[in-house]
């Protein structure tokens, strides 16, 4: 819960940065001069950017928690016991099995995550929860 707090603070001191730059963008712009109008114009596209950013960040963080919420009441969440090469590299061989489980790619981002490749554990989490939106919509 103090990560989300964290992150829910910081995405609260970015927005009020970005609605800060914003409103300087459109200082500049009602200027009226031309280096000023596009400063201005760059300085409003970064608060859009900064803005969707953030979104899609939050939103990844939660459709992440509630995976992890339903695999701990399944009684699935990974211990650090998957299956590793000689070179200490997890193994993809359960989601390979299972390519269209997404409690499979949840544990094998879990097990990135836990041998630091944050890369790779990001792209399998948000395989897992793209599987998981098209098995709730297909359910529904």
Request: charged share 25%; with cysteine; glycine share 10%.
């Amino acid at each position: 819960m103090r990560s989300r707090t964290v992150a829910l603070l910081l995405a609260a001191v970015l927005a009020f940065y970005l609605v800060t730059l914003g409103r300087r963008g459109v200082l500049l712009v009602a200027d009226g001069r031309g280096v000023a109008v596009g400063l201005g114009l760059g300085l409003l596209v970064l608060p859009v950017l900064g803005a969707w950013a953030v979104a899609r960040e939050l939103a990844f963080g939660w459709s992440t928690q509630r995976l992890a919420v339903e695999l701990e009441l399944r009684g699935g969440l990974p211990p650090d016991d998957l299956p590793r090469c000689p070179s200490g590299r997890v193994d993809r061989a359960e989601a390979e099995v299972s390519p269209e489980d997404w409690a499979a790619w949840f544990r094998l981002s879990c097990a990135y995550d836990v041998a630091g490749d944050r890369r790779r554990a990001r792209a399998a989490m948000r395989h897992a929860v793209a599987l998981h939106g098209d098995r709730s919509t297909s359910e529904g």
